[in-house]
Every structure is written in structure tokens, then in C-alpha cells.
């Protein structure tokens, strides 16, 4: 019988990227997964900046995080007539240090995951191995039940069984998570090609209603597209949707490029599906990534959520297993935090399916009328070309707080005499950053909390990020996370008590749940 802190089932990027984050704070971690790892065949293709972040916070080096993305300029939109609706940039003001959306191959991204996992000395992989279930135990650990590769079963006992097992998850199913789903009715051919003449390094999604599609170029050579299909011309296929006929294939791409059955990497008919479960916690099982929630792939989310909920649980599970703080109340914040997201992401994909990718021709041409005119509107032309209507991770149900609840900007910060990007400081520790001169007048309110990290700004930095905290009231607050918790006014520097601060391993946003959730250390 294996004994360990953590048990994660499956060992996708979201998976692995849990168990690195959770044993470089050192807490015991084993990953099990069906398959050898990486997968061969390329899915998700689209990386946003805060991704990037939390890649470096887990321990990749700046170059491997460069090395794996390719920079690009967002998401063009294209209407009936193939002319540009509007291109959606990403924010003017680039605060992660990183583009706002990247290209990648998922199998360079799980290589480097798994090597990086295999070099901690905490964590132990076990491949081609199937979780067959589980049972509490009086102690209140987990015993789960495991069919390794030589038919042979195993016993790993935990404190905590993950299920990042994807899509049709095996722990969501044991212990009847609620769930609901969508199944569309519309399919879809998606196909991953080399040797591609394409090298716009945008994607592109064509609201054409006789034949939506999609291109994405990315890699090098490398393209995925996507095609709406109609009547008998998924009929012969769609009883077996991993066997396309290469005549079909040929066919959709006969206006972008000729093909070869060996260019073709990958391709396979969908009926895309969106769902999340009701709950995503119960007692000691958790969900994250494609086990919590799906969505169609129009908003390019749904492995950048993942992500966000492995960075989003970690350090919960670090403070809870390492700082014994109320697991309870973290984890319940895991769920409220990451499901309010991930339900606004679900709805914009839903919704650019369905008004870009529709196959109503009235309805198509009145859409581009109405974008062309009202992107003459500077304010409604800047809202689009900046992606504002992406979802952001936004943890605060306060408005108008500037930065509070959301992730630092990646700025450049000095430590004990050193020069730092901010972002390979902070994961898994309490923080303040601010100006030099406001951090000198609180150090004599922390002479006894050596523990928190005091950041002072590089002002000769990542400029908008500089004035995105200048501009504030006074030194930021940070959670574990980097998510800013709060802020000191300036102005009552002197007069802060330790138990104001609103950092540390508290889910909620606000200077009161440390007094709230854990009192005074």
C-alpha cells in the first residue's frame, strides 16, 4: 500500500501542473493516469498570458515557458462576405509580461510538465494505471483502488483524492457529482495538419453560415481547423468519429491548401458539449480542469481554466496540509472563485458559437451590420479590440477596486538586493509589494512576521504594471496566489495592526476574513 498526501487522478497539464506546484512546497503528491504521458496528438493549441504566469510559478524557466509559446495578436473575426469584422488584440496595457494569447503544441507542454514532475523528489507518477475507486476511512483518509499496468491492484492512501481526469471523468462518476451538461447537436470536423502554408499568427474564425470554420495556425507548419459539417456529410462517419475519409478532408481544405494523407495528424467529428458540476468539492475529493467543466472551443478557455484551477487549489492545499489552516473554509472558496469564472466563460463560448458560427444567413448578415456600425463607437471599438468581453479570474465581489481580486501585474520587484520578476517570488507565500519608501513604514509593524515578503517596486520596470500599483492608494496585499487581496491606505501606514492584513491563506477578498476564517497568528 503506497501512503501520500495528495492523489491525482490523471496526469493532463492540468493534472501534472497541480502535482508540481503542490511538491515544491513539499507535500507528498502521487499522479496516476490511464496512459502513457505525453499524449502524441495535439487539443488544445492556445495559451493566455496568465497561463504563462502560472507555468513560471511552477517552476518552468523563463525560457522553457518562451520556448513552448508562440506570441500572437489575438482573434479576428471574419463575416458573409470574408471581410474582417473586428480583430480582437487583447488588452492595450500588457500587465502579465506575456502576449495575450500564445500558440503551443499540448505535447511539448505535457513533455516539459512531466519532466519537471519527475525531478521532485515529492511526487511520484504512475502510468498506465486506472483508478477504480475509493472509500473513506475512520481517520478520515482515503482509500482508493488502483489496476496498475500488469493487471496486478494496489491500494494509495490519501488525504486527498484529485480528479483531473478529464471530460468523462472516472471520479466525478464514482462519487455522483452532480452534473450538467449540453450536447450540441451541431457537428463539427476538427483536424490538425503540417507542411500548412499559414503563418498569420492570429487565429481565425469565419462566420460564413454556408461553411463556419475555424484556422488556427500554430507550431511550426502546424494548423488546426475546424469545420461545420451538414447533412450526408458526416452520415457515414460519425458512427466512428476517429476515422475521417480522407475525401472528406480533402475536400474542406481544397480552398486553403492541397493535402496528403501524411500531412493529416489528427481528425475526428464532435458534437461539442458544455457542462460543470453542481459541486466540486465533497469532503476530501475535488475536482478541477475538464472533471469540473467544459465548454465548446470558441473562447480558446477551456485548458487556460484548468490551469487556473490547479494554481487556484494548490496553494490551498499547501496551506491546509503545511499550515494546517480550516480546509473547510478553503476549499469551499476554491469552488465559489473558480465556478463563478468558469460559468461567465462557459457563456461566452456558448454565445460566439452561436453568433458567429450560426448558419442563418439573415441572421448572419444583420450581425456584421450591427458590428460595423457600432465599431465606429471608439469605446465599443476598444472594448472589442481589447477582449474585454473575456472573463477575467476576477475574485472579488467588491466593483471598482482597481487590482483587488485580481493577479499582480508582473512586474519587476527588489528582494534582499536582488532584482526579481515578482512572479517567481510569490507562489505559495504571503506578500507586500509596493513603493520603497511605504514599505520602510510598515516594516516596523511586521518585526515579528519575518515570513511575508516585502517587494519594492523596480519602477524602471514593466511600465504599466509600475503605474497600475503607483496609482493606488498604498502597498498591495497579496494572497498566495498573487491574486491582490487588499490594500493599506497610504495614509494609515502607522496605524495597521497584523490583524488588518488581509494576505495569507484566506479565499475571500477583503481586509476582515483573516480575523474571520483563523484569527490572529
Not at 473547510?328 to 465556478?339: Q, S
Not at 526579481?420 to 505559495?428: A, H, K, T
Request: net charge positive.
Amino acid at each position: 500500500m503506497l501512503e501520500t498526501e495528495v492523489l491525482v487522478v490523471g496526469a493532463g497539464p492540468v493534472g501534472m501542473l497541480l502535482a508540481t506546484l503542490l511538491g515544491k512546497a513539499d507535500v507528498e503528491v502521487v499522479v496516476i493516469n490511464k496512459h502513457t504521458v505525453p499524449n502524441v496528438l495535439p487539443r488544445a493549441v492556445s495559451l493566455d498570458g496568465t497561463s504563462a504566469r502560472i507555468l513560471r510559478q511552477a517552476g518552468l524557466t523563463e525560457e522553457q515557458v518562451r520556448d513552448l509559446l508562440i506570441p500572437g495578436r489575438g482573434t479576428v473575426y471574419y463575416g458573409v462576405d470574408r471581410q474582417v469584422l473586428f480583430q480582437a488584440f487583447g488588452p492595450f496595457k500588457n500587465l502579465d509580461g506575456y502576449s495575450f494569447k500564445n500558440a503551443f503544441l499540448q505535447p511539448e507542454l505535457e513533455r516539459t510538465l512531466f519532466q519537471k514532475l519527475q525531478g521532485q523528489p515529492r511526487c511520484r507518477i504512475l502510468l498506465e494505471c486506472t483508478w477504480l475507486g475509493a472509500q473513506y476511512q475512520s481517520d478520515g483518509r482515503m482509500l482508493s483502488t488502483v489496476r496498475c499496468k500488469d493487471g496486478q491492484l494496489e491500494t494509495i492512501r490519501s488525504r486527498y483524492v484529485i480528479g483531473c481526469d478529464g471530460a468523462n471523468s472516472t471520479v466525478r462518476q464514482f462519487f455522483q457529482f452532480e452534473y450538467k451538461e449540453k450536447v450540441f447537436k451541431e457537428p463539427w470536423l476538427a483536424m490538425d495538419v503540417i507542411n500548412d502554408p499559414h503563418d498569420e499568427n492570429v487565429a481565425m474564425h469565419f462566420g460564413i453560415p454556408c461553411r463556419p470554420h475555424v484556422i488556427v495556425p500554430y507550431g511550426q507548419k502546424q494548423c488546426r481547423y475546424e469545420f461545420r459539417l451538414f447533412g450526408n456529410e458526416y452520415g457515414n462517419e460519425i458512427a466512428n468519429q476517429s476515422h475521417v475519409s480522407f475525401a472528406l478532408i480533402e475536400r474542406l481544405l481544397s480552398p486553403f491548401r492541397k493535402i496528403e494523407p501524411k500531412d493529416v495528424v489528427r481528425a475526428s467529428i464532435y458534437f461539442f458539449r458544455s457542462g460543470i458540476a453542481k459541486k466540486w468539492v465533497k469532503n476530501r475529493v475535488i475536482l478541477a480542469g475538464d472533471a469540473a467543466h467544459l465548454m465548446p472551443p470558441f473562447a480558446g478557455a477551456s485548458l487556460n481554466c484548468g490551469l487556473l484551477d490547479a494554481h487556484d487549489l494548490a496553494w490551498r492545499l499547501i496551506y491546509i496540509l503545511k499550515h494546517h489552516y480550516d480546509d473547510e473554509f478553503l476549499l469551499r472558496e476554491y469552488e465559489i472563485e473558480r465556478k463563478i469564472h468558469v460559468k461567465r466563460m462557459i457563456r461566452l463560448s456558448e454565445f460566439l458559437g452561436y453568433t458567429i458560427m450560426t448558419t442563418n444567413h439573415v441572421f448572419g448578415r444583420t450581425r456584421d451590420a450591427i458590428l460595423r456600425f457600432i465599431t465606429q463607437v471608439k469605446p465599443i471599438y476598444s472594448y472589442l479590440a481589447q477582449a474585454q468581453f473575456r472573463p477575467q479570474p476576477v475574485y472579488s465581489k467588491i466593483k471598482r477596486r482597481g487590482l483587488v481580486g485580481r493577479f499582480v501585474p508582473n512586474v519587476s520587484v527588489n528582494f534582499e538586493g536582488q532584482l526579481f520578476s515578482i512572479n517567481d517570488l510569490i507562489y505559495g507565500k504571503s506578500a507586500i509589494v509596493g513603493t520603497e519608501e511605504d514599505l520602510n513604514r510598515l516594516k516596523p509593524r511586521l518585526a515579528n512576521h519575518s515570513s511575508v515578503l516585502l517587494l519594492a517596486l523596480d519602477e524602471n520596470g514593466l511600465a504599466s504594471g509600475v503605474h497600475e500599483i503607483t496609482k493606488n492608494k498604498g502597498p498591495l496585499l497579496l494572497r498566495p496566489d498573487g491574486v491582490v487581496a487588499a490594500q493599506i491606505d497610504r495614509r494609515k501606514i502607522e496605524k495597521c495592526e497584523w490583524s488588518d492584513f488581509a494576505f495569507g491563506a484566506a479565499g475571500q477578498i477583503g481586509p476582515i476574513w483573516w480575523r474571520k476564517a483563523f484569527g490572529q497568528p
